[in-house]
């Protein structure tokens, strides 16, 4: 049973912006951690940003001050606006929602690449 949607990955040239988007139910949403995470051909899975269930946002020090992370309460998304893309930035893009205790779920994963 698939519990998070994303969307919104693609193809953009350096300097440009994307806006991810996890889909979930709002049970999920409001009781978990949320994170993005991304993966780049042959390299680990890292972290990109986080997001508590209290709105507490934190950021690899590789995306601060270029990517935002938000809750929409209304479509029941975790959203991911990334701007001033790199080619560095190029990587397949994870949802996760995670409740200690609770679960921890993934999305299937959104392509992001940015040439320069």
């Known amino acids: 049973q698939v519990q998070l949607v994303e969307s919104g990955g693609g193809s953009v040239q350096a300097g440009g912006s994307l806006r991810l988007s996890c889909a979930s139910s709002r049970t999920i949403l409001s009781g978990s951690a949320m994170g993005w995470y991304r993966q780049a051909p042959g390299k680990q899975r890292e972290l990109v940003a986080t997001?508590?269930?209290?709105?507490?946002?934190n950021y690899a020090d590789s995306v601060k001050g270029r990517f935002t992370i938000s809750r929409d309460n209304v479509m029941n998304t975790v959203d991911l606006q990334m701007n001033s893309l790199r080619p560095e930035d190029t990587a397949v893009y994870y949802c996760?929602?995670?409740?200690?205790?609770?679960?921890?779920?993934w999305g299937q994963g959104t392509q992001v690449t940015v040439s320069s």
């Open positions: 997001l508590t269930s209290g709105g507490t946002a």
């Open positions: 996760n929602a995670y409740k200690l205790w609770g679960w921890n779920y």
